[in-house]
């Protein structure tokens, strides 16, 4: 029986963790470098280390979720130097394809396993097991993984080799933060127009422009609920991934460029580690108007 650990015990670790806990069967390690996120592991049933060190070496399967790509590719780097070779890696946060192209043929030639597996779900998903998974790397080491990969997520896709799930996750994220504005922007124009903004959320509910995104966010920015289920700070992360991968490309993103923009002015503005549905508040600036 493999044993398992994760890295990372945030809002979306901690979901992750859970679901790992409870249909796995087996002992969940657990690192974070904040205490009071090991705590919260430890009582929801899982094995707390306060050494990250402890955990690589007692691992089989390395999950984690981390913030950035320095964090990632400091983390991978030390796990390489730490653990077991063997021992198979899987990173589900955003990190940029080149990143973990170059990570993984580190890992090769030092004889472990990296997968790139980045999710899309959000706390909801992660918390509720519903996630949506997106894999690059060996297909057999994706085979091995994958039914711990179903027990946090609703599917588990083989994209092919490494860096594909890495450059899915973007895909996805760059059509996320162009709904993200596109809805944004409708709702307050709408509401400087004069509708009721609840009213027209119930309206066009079940129509053509609804989606998981607006279902999701759009209750929370009527409740002037901006705390983070999602930040913006992780969604930018994804945008410049996109942008240094259309750049390489030789190819123009346009509409992802002023999702750009428009979380970068989040940054100069001091919100950009407020939940993603915050964005409306550029609009709600440049139309003098309060979406609630």
Same mark, same amino acid.
């Not at 890696?89 to 030092?110: F, N, R």
């Not at 996630?131 to 994958?146: A, D, N, P, W, Y």
């Given at each position: 029986?493999?044993?398992?650990?994760?890295?990372?015990?945030? =809002?979306?670790?901690?979901?992750?963790?859970?679901?790992?806990?409870?249909?796995?069967?087996?002992?969940?390690?657990?690192?974070?470098?904040?205490?009071?996120?090991?705590?919260?592991?430890?009582?929801?049933?899982?094995?707390?280390?306060?050494?990250?060190?402890?955990?690589?070496?007692?691992?089989?399967? =390395?999950?984690?979720?981390?913030?950035?790509?320095? =964090?990632?590719?400091?983390?991978?780097?030390?796990?390489?130097?730490?653990?077991?070779?063997?021992?198979?890696?899987?990173?589900?946060?955003?990190?940029?394809?080149? $990143?973990?192209?170059?990570?993984?043929?580190?890992?090769?030639?030092?004889?472990?396993?990296?997968?790139?597996?980045?999710?899309? %779900?959000?706390?909801?998903?992660?918390?509720?097991?519903?996630?949506?998974?997106?894999?690059?790397?060996?297909?057999?080491?994706?085979?091995? $993984?994958?039914?711990?990969?179903?027990?946090?997520?609703?599917?588990?896709?083989?994209?092919?080799?490494? %860096?594909?799930?890495?450059?899915?996750?973007?895909?996805?994220?760059?059509?996320?933060? =162009?709904?993200?504005?596109?809805?944004?922007?409708?709702?307050?124009?709408?509401?400087?127009?004069?509708?009721?903004?609840?009213?027209?959320?119930?309206?066009?509910?079940? %129509?053509?422009?609804?989606?998981?995104?607006?279902?999701?966010?759009?209750?929370?920015?009527?409740?002037?609920?901006?705390?983070?289920?999602?930040?913006?700070?992780?969604?930018?992360?994804?945008?410049?991934?996109?942008?240094?991968?259309?750049?390489?490309?030789?190819?123009?993103?346009?509409?992802?460029?002023?999702?750009?923009?428009?979380?970068?002015?989040?940054?100069?503005?001091?919100?950009?580690?407020?939940?993603?549905?915050?964005?409306?508040?550029?609009?709600?600036?440049?139309?003098?108007?309060? $979406?609630?």
């Amino acid at each position: 029986m493999k044993t398992i650990g994760y890295l990372g015990l945030g =809002i979306m670790g901690y979901g992750m963790t859970s679901n790992l806990i409870d249909k796995s069967g087996i002992t969940v390690y657990g690192f974070d470098p904040i205490p009071a996120l090991r705590e919260r592991f430890e009582k929801r049933g899982g094995k707390a280390t306060a050494d990250a060190a402890e955990l690589y070496r007692a691992c089989d399967i =390395i999950f984690m979720c981390l913030p950035t790509n320095a =964090i990632v590719k400091n983390t991978i780097t030390d796990i390489m130097n730490t653990a077991r070779p063997g021992t198979i890696i899987v990173d589900m946060g955003s990190t940029s394809p080149y $990143v973990i192209k170059e990570l993984h043929a580190t890992a090769q030639k030092k004889g472990f396993h990296l997968l790139d597996s980045p999710v899309s %779900g959000g706390e909801t998903g992660a918390n509720g097991g519903s996630l949506v998974i997106m894999s690059g790397g060996e297909k057999e080491v994706f085979e091995e $993984v994958k039914p711990y990969l179903l027990m946090m997520g609703k599917s588990a896709t083989y994209m092919g080799p490494s %860096g594909c799930g890495s450059t899915a996750k973007i895909a996805n994220n760059m059509m996320v933060g =162009i709904h993200l504005l596109a809805m944004d922007e409708a709702y307050a124009f709408a509401t400087k127009a004069g509708l009721d903004p609840k009213t027209l959320f119930d309206a066009i509910h079940g %129509g053509f422009a609804q989606s998981a995104v607006m279902d999701l966010k759009v209750p929370k920015i009527l409740s002037r609920d901006f705390s983070a289920s999602a930040r913006i700070a992780v969604h930018l992360k994804d945008v410049n991934n996109a942008m240094e991968l259309a750049e390489h490309l030789g190819v123009e993103i346009p509409m992802t460029k002023i999702v750009k923009e428009q979380m970068d002015w989040m940054d100069a503005h001091g919100m950009i580690d407020e939940d993603q549905c915050a964005l409306v508040k550029y609009y709600e600036d440049a139309m003098s108007v309060e $979406v609630k």
